[in-house]
């Protein structure tokens, strides 16, 4: 069973810039896809990025795409997420996910999870 775990969230202003860490424990992941989604207050949770198993492959939502950037770091069981020019909007917790097979792209496949980090975006 792998357990994820989250950091790097916190306060920052508009245009600033974060960088999300997923560390993976109990096993590697670096077979895993790893999405990262979002859940602002009163909203459903989207997909923001993933990668896929292979590492060659990375998915990247329309409001977020040019700004953040997904990747993974197999020798540190770690998978990031870069996220640059950031926007009020933008504000939410931010969960990691992996999965070992299925649609990559689809957050329904995900089956384990982290417990989020907070991003807060300052105007």
């Known amino acids: 069973q792998v357990q994820l775990v989250e950091s790097g969230g916190g306060l920052v202003q508009a245009g600033g810039s974060l960088r999300l860490s997923c560390a993976g424990s109990?096993?590697?992941?670096?077979?895993?896809?790893v999405a990262w989604s979002r859940q602002a207050p009163g909203k459903e949770r989207e997909l923001v990025s993933a990668?896929?198993?292979?590492?060659?492959?990375?998915y990247h939502a329309d409001s977020v795409k040019g700004r953040f950037t997904i990747s993974r770091d197999n020798a540190k069981n770690t998978v990031y997420l870069q996220m640059n020019s950031l926007k009020p909007e933008d504000t939410a917790v931010y969960y990691c996910?992996?999965?070992?097979?299925?649609?990559?792209?689809?957050?329904?496949?995900?089956?384990?999870w982290g417990q989020g980090t907070q991003v807060t975006v300052s105007s």
């Open positions: 990668i896929h198993w292979s590492g060659g492959f990375t």
């Open positions: 109990g096993r590697t992941i670096r077979n895993d896809a």
């Open positions: 996910a992996a999965a070992g097979y299925g649609n990559w792209q689809s957050l329904s496949n995900y089956d384990h």
